[in-house]
């Protein structure tokens, strides 16, 4: 029982020396500088259709034919979904990099 509560306190504090390093917060900074731009874009663009084509008549002009702009737009949502995720996991790999910079630097700490 000793035993295991040393082993919590030690990881308690890993877990704080980690937090409070310089590249941990670096990470989280970057995280938070890509993500949140992004939730907001994708929600903008994400209710915009809903919005736009219960009370405006915007996205109700033809585009080509019988198709609307609503058709378009909610085509483009599509599209998006789909390059935002790209464009993550391309992000992602840095991310990575940088969690494995952390979890380095927490390993040469250990030694």
Not at 46 to 68: E, K, Q
Request: hydrophobic content about 45%; charged content about 25%.
């Amino acid at each position: 029982m000793v035993e295991a509560r040393k082993k919590r306190n030690n990881n308690v504090s890993d877990y704080s020396s980690i937090v409070h390093s310089e590249t941990f917060q670096k990470l989280l900074s970057e995280k938070r500088k890509f993500i949140v731009p992004m939730i907001v874009f994708f929600l903008c663009f994400y209710f915009a259709l809903p919005i736009l084509t219960s009370y405006t008549t915007v996205l109700n002009h033809s585009f080509i034919g019988s198709i609307t702009w609503a058709w378009v737009f909610a085509f483009l949502q599509f599209v998006m979904t789909w390059v935002l995720c790209m464009v993550y996991s391309k992000k992602a790999r840095k991310f990575d990099e940088m969690a494995d910079k952390v979890m380095e630097e927490r390993g040469e700490a250990e030694s």
